[in-house]
């Protein structure tokens, strides 16, 4: 028999702020998706693609370390290209995504420190 998906993904580890942190960056990243379609924006469609190739590759357990990091600077990036791609003309559905995307930032961030810190029992045997 051939390996399901199930195989592949690892959720066990997962927490409630992982969960929140997959959800927003499922949420921006279909909120481009069909934003560029709309507007016919293919790279604001791509940006979501990127977003949602990040969810994927977190599902599938590949570098969480390093993707909180890449997150980060990937969704900070999306602040000034929209500030500049807009121009003044904003839109309900920008202030939603970027408000969304503030948010990201922030858990991506937190996720990080937290795989940084060290573990209690480390610390009594490291004298940390």
């Not at 390996?3 to 942190?21: C, E, N, Q, R």
């Not at 469609?45 to 977190?58: D, H, I, N, Y």
């Not at 993707?67 to 999306?78: N, S």
Request: aromatic share 14%; proline share 2%; net charge positive.
């Amino acid at each position: 028999m051939g390996k399901t998906v199930s195989d592949y993904v690892k959720t066990d580890s997962l927490t409630t702020t992982h969960w929140f942190a997959i959800l927003l960056v499922l949420m921006t990243g279909l909120t481009h998706v069909y934003a560029g379609l709309v507007e016919g924006r293919i790279p604001v469609s791509l940006a979501g693609v990127g977003f949602l190739g990040a969810a994927v590759l977190f599902l599938l357990d590949y570098r969480r370390t390093l993707l909180y990091l890449g997150g980060i600077a990937y969704t900070a990036v999306q602040f000034p290209l929209w500030y500049v791609a807009k121009a003044g003309e904003y839109t309900m559905l920008g202030y939603v995504d970027k408000t969304l995307q503030g948010i990201l930032i922030v858990v991506l961030a937190y996720l990080y420190w937290k795989t940084r810190r060290v573990p209690e029992r480390n610390r009594e045997a490291t004298g940390a």
